[in-house]
């Protein structure tokens, strides 16, 4: 993919020369945390923008991210009663799969934006030919996302004591906002209660923890921050804690999964309607062969419309082998629909969108399918961002496809703004 093979090992020689991302101890943590998920003991919050881009490495951007994760978690604690697992789609989410490796702009055939760490979005030959100095841009925007993540981590920012630490400016005006503070009340009240009986702060509500992920694509990056570290066996991808394979990537037989057989972190397996009973039991024991638990997380993505007939034989294939999974719904990906507004800005173009509705019904259906089956959902793996876009329509404010063009700023998927995102929370955790 890349034309000069002397730049590219440059630049692998050099981020191979540099600190790791996170470490082997908060990946064995994280393992651990989904362990417990896959037995039903904590729920895993997994989101984030599709693809994160290098110009949104920024302080607001960042924070709205986090703000709505922990929105999200409390809602889920309130409701669930279990402890939650957070895990962003950030630092490091920069690279996209694409279904195909050129495209015809005005007559003239180019490589495919395949995301800021590989190429440019622009429609010259220049353009999309990929650069390698730009994993080095995404390496470090990864470390400055990180490096903000764990200052407001430690800063107090995540304090359950504070939940205004949290609060959007928008959200007062949100429809659910009324429903939400009263569930802040509520654990405001719980946790005063709590501390007046231990006669102290409990310092574990003081301070709560973020969890990276990215999918996997560019191996040579990867393998560069891959490392062994002293005191433990085997191989780290130190570049995140939860690198997840892709459906476009995930042959049974191919290289993302033979570089996942290799390191020791927890491995996101997306989960499709064209996913074989044979090839998911096989992706599962050449990951674990020693059927570790929290080594693998099988992420479904179905569509709402699918998920009734072809998860169950899945699921009930992975049970009767005995094999240690945590599954996780995610209720975007097969959700993804192209319609033609008829008024608003973008009248009779062709848009991408979600709705509301059919993401809520795929997580429904899979806690129903869990539910009937006798096994557990384990968290759920959302496009989401922490600003007011208007890309999936429906929810709460109802919003049609006409009001798509006012805030459409995701260059590839749809993602749920802030008030759909805190709705679904809200709606899961009556269910779960
Ligand atoms: C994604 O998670 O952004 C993605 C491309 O998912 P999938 O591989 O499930 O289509
Ligand atoms: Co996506």
């Not at 800005?345 to 009937?372: D, N, P, Y």
């Given at each position: ?15 191979a ?37 290098f ?22 604690v ?32 180019l ?11 622009e ?84 301070r ?52 996942c ?37 099988l ?70 399918i ?11 793996h ?31 998927d ?19």
């Amino acid at each position: 993919m890349y034309p000069d093979r002397v730049a590219l090992d440059g630049v692998l020689a050099e981020v191979a020369a540099l600190p790791p991302l996170v470490t082997s101890y908060e990946i064995e943590n994280l393992k651990s945390q989904l362990a417990e998920a896959s037995r039903g003991e904590r729920f895993i919050l997994w989101g984030g923008d599709c693809a994160e881009s290098f110009s949104d490495c920024t302080s607001p951007a960042i924070a709205a991210k986090l703000k709505i994760l922990l929105q999200m978690s409390l809602v889920l604690v309130h409701g669930t009663r279990k402890r939650i697992t957070r895990i962003g789609r950030f630092a490091g989410q920069y690279a996209k799969p694409r279904s195909a490796a050129t495209e015809t702009i005005h007559g003239v055939e180019l490589p495919t934006f395949r995301g800021d760490n590989v190429n440019r979005p622009e429609p010259t030959l220049a353009a999309r030919t990929p650069d390698p100095t730009l994993l080095l841009r995404g390496y470090e925007r990864s470390a400055l996302t990180l490096n903000f993540v764990r200052a407001l981590v430690d800063g107090g920012f995540a304090d359950l004591h504070h939940p205004e630490n949290w609060d959007l400016e928008f959200v007062r005006h949100a429809p659910l906002a009324a429903e939400y503070q009263r569930m802040v009340d509520s654990i405001g009240e719980s946790l005063r209660f709590m501390e007046t009986l231990a006669g102290g702060t409990i310092a574990a509500m003081q301070r709560v923890d973020f969890y990276t992920s990215h999918e996997l694509l560019v191996l040579e990056y990867e393998a560069a921050l891959t490392r062994q570290v002293p005191r433990r066996e085997g191989w780290f991808n130190l570049s995140t804690h939860l690198p997840w394979i892709g459906v476009r990537t995930g042959a049974p037989t191919g290289a993302h999964l033979e570089f996942c057989r290799g390191i020791r972190n927890p491995v996101g397996v997306k989960v499709g309607p064209d996913t074989t009973v044979d090839a998911l039991l096989a992706t599962i024991r050449t990951l674990s062969p020693d059927n570790e638990p929290g080594r693998v997380v099988l992420v479904t993505r179905f569509g709402a419309h699918r998920i009734g007939r072809e998860f169950p034989k899945l699921l009930r294939a992975v049970r009767a082998e005995g094999l240690a999974v945590a599954w996780v719904c995610d209720p975007m990906h097969g959700n993804t629909e192209t319609v033609v507004p008829t008024g608003g800005a973008w009248a009779g173009k062709s848009v991408k969108t979600r709705k509301f509705a059919h993401v809520l019904a795929e997580v429904e259906q899979a806690i129903e399918i869990h539910r009937t089956e006798g096994t557990q959902l384990a968290g759920v793996h959302v496009e989401l961002t922490g600003e007011n876009v208007t890309e999936c329509t429906g929810g709460a404010r109802g919003l049609t496809d006409d009001d798509l063009s006012r805030a459409y700023r995701s260059h590839v998927d749809p993602r749920l703004n802030y008030e759909q995102a805190l709705e679904l929370a809200m709606l899961i955790a009556r269910r779960v």
